[in-house]
């Protein structure tokens, strides 16, 4: 079974410059989040789907981020304009509905961006 | 708000030797997650603990919860070098729709 895929792997821009990140869920998986996880802490969520609606985006900074799961399979999460402190790694992680399995995440690789 | 605290957060181990990672959240729960994280990689799923009192166990691994002291442990068993990474675990409460919370990650090292 394929796992989540996320691109790109790396990306640097600077600041005030846009960004955007791909992501493609486990298949039949109906909930994909993402997660930003700046050097040295635990991820923290920023965004969390089910299908094609927003479950919870409280964390996400909405002035400059902004997320889409158009048809309730890839997701895209966009930085504009980016700031320093967007420096991190952006996880994206899905898992089937709830009362399917037992709630695990499943992880991508991540997306590294540096901002300069 | 919940609160996910490990302890400790940087743990340096020579080989062969025995040691325990705390997790202590804050409201109630009933299911939390142990992942392992290489460096540059993702988390991988190590244990699911779905109940008070639930023991996994995995090589030399073993993590267990007790949710009415709101407290999981990871103990690690004659610990070898491969074993060096970065350890979270993760909260969910029931009234989330299953977002996790993470602890801030324990650094371990194991020497020879």
């Known amino acids: 079974e394929a796992g989540v895929a996320q691109s790109p792997r790396y990306k640097i821009i600077e600041k005030r410059q846009s960004v955007a990140f791909w992501c493609n869920p486990i298949s039949g998986h109906a909930t994909l989040y993402w997660y930003q996880q700046i050097l040295g802490q635990g991820p923290k969520l920023l965004i969390q789907f089910q299908n094609n609606g927003v479950v919870d985006d409280s964390q996400l900074p909405k002035d400059r981020f902004s997320a889409e799961r158009l048809k309730g399979v890839d997701s895209t999460l966009k930085i504009q304009p980016a700031k320093l402190e967007d420096s991190a790694v952006y996880l994206c992680a899905s898992r089937p509905l709830r009362g399917r399995g037992t709630g695990e995440l499943f992880f991508g690789e991540g997306s590294r961006l540096t901002v300069l | ?112």
């Not at chain 2, 919860?65 to 970065?86: C, E, F, G, Q």
Request: proline share 3%; charged share 20%.
């Open chain 2, 1 to 112: 708000e919940l609160k996910v605290e490990q302890n400790p957060l940087f743990l340096s181990m020579q080989e062969g030797k025995n040691y325990t990672i705390y997790c202590n959240y804050s409201t109630t729960s009933d299911r939390l997650y142990w992942y392992r994280q290489d460096p540059g990689k993702s988390l991988e799923s190590l244990f699911v603990l779905l109940s008070n009192g639930a023991v996994k166990q995995e090589g030399r691994l073993m993590a267990s919860l007790d949710t009415k002291a709101r407290l999981s442990t990871l103990h690690i068993t004659a610990a070898v070098h491969d074993l060096s990474a970065t350890y979270f675990c993760a909260v969910v409460r029931s009234t989330s729709y299953g977002k996790l919370t993470f602890g801030q990650g324990t650094i371990l090292t194991v020497h020879p």
